[in-house]
C-alpha cells in the first residue's frame, strides 16, 4: 500500500512537469526567458510559502532550522536558476517534446560527473551513457551536422541540473525539504529577477496579462504541487522506483506537445526520443 502511494504521488509530478515544458512554451510566447522564469518563482514561492509555515513555524527551533535550509537552499538554487534560465531560453527554440527529452539527460549525465568524483560507474550505465548520446545525436542534429542553438541551451540545462544533483548530495536538506525547497525557488525567483532588470526584458503589463495562465499553471502546478507531490512520493517509494517513475516527465512533455501545441515529430526525432529514454530507463534498472 505504501508503495502505491508512492507511485501515484511520483506519476502527478511526472505529469505536472510534463505539462509544464507546454505551459512555458504558452508562456515564451509573451515573456522573456528571464521574465518567465522570474514570473513563475515568484508564483512558485508564494504558493509554497504557507505550507513551509505550517511545517515549520518561526517559533521554539523554528528560526535556527530557517537559517540552515536557507544556506543548503541557496547553494542547491543557484545552479537550479542557471538550468531554468537555460531551459527557458532553449523552449523559445526548440520544441516542448524535444526540449523535455534532451532535459531528461541530467539522469544520463550525473553519473558521468560522479567518475570526476571518484565514484564508482557500472558498466550498464556506460551502456545507457552511450544510447542516450545516440539518441541525442539523432534527435537534435541536422543534416549540416550542427546543433540548434536552443537544443545547446537545453543540454546546458541538463548538465546544471546533474551538477545541483551533486551538490544536494553533499549538503542535504536538514530533514526539512519543505523549507529547503523554498529557499531554492527562492533564489531562482531573486537570480532571474536581478537579471531581468540588469538585461532588459521587464515585461509590460499586456505581456503579464497575455501569459497570465501559463505563469499560474507552471509556477503552481509544474512547481510546487509538483515538487511537494515528488517529496511525498520519494518518502513512500523504493529508492529504485522513485527515479524511474519520475523520468516519465520527459514523455508526457512529447505528449503534451502532440495534444495541445499540435507538433509533430519526424520518424528521425521519434528514434532519438526512444533512445534517449531507452538510455534513461537503463541507467535506473535495479541491478538483478
Known sequence: MKNRKGLI?????????????VSQSFGLRHLGPLAMVCTRYIVATAVLLPTALRNVPLTGEGPSIWRRCAFTGFITGLPMAAAMILQQMGLGDTGAGKGAFLSSLYIIITPIIGLFLRKKVRNKVWAAVAIALLGSYVLCVTESFTLGQGDIYVLLCALLFSVQIHIFEKVGDNGYPIIHSFFAELTVCVTSFVLMLTGG???????????FLPILFTGIVAGSIADTCAVIGQRESEPSVAPLVMSLESVFG???????????????????CVLIFAGVLIAQLKDR
Open 254 to 272: 512529447v505528449l503534451f506537445g502532440i495534444l495541445i501545441l499540435h507538433e509533430t515529430l519526424t520518424m528521425r526525432e521519434v528514434a532519438g
Open 9 to 21: 504521488f511520483l506519476l502527478i509530478a511526472a505529469v505536472c512537469w510534463g505539462a509544464g515544458y
Open 201 to 211: 526584458q521587464v515585461p509590460d503589463l499586456n505581456a503579464l496579462k497575455a501569459a
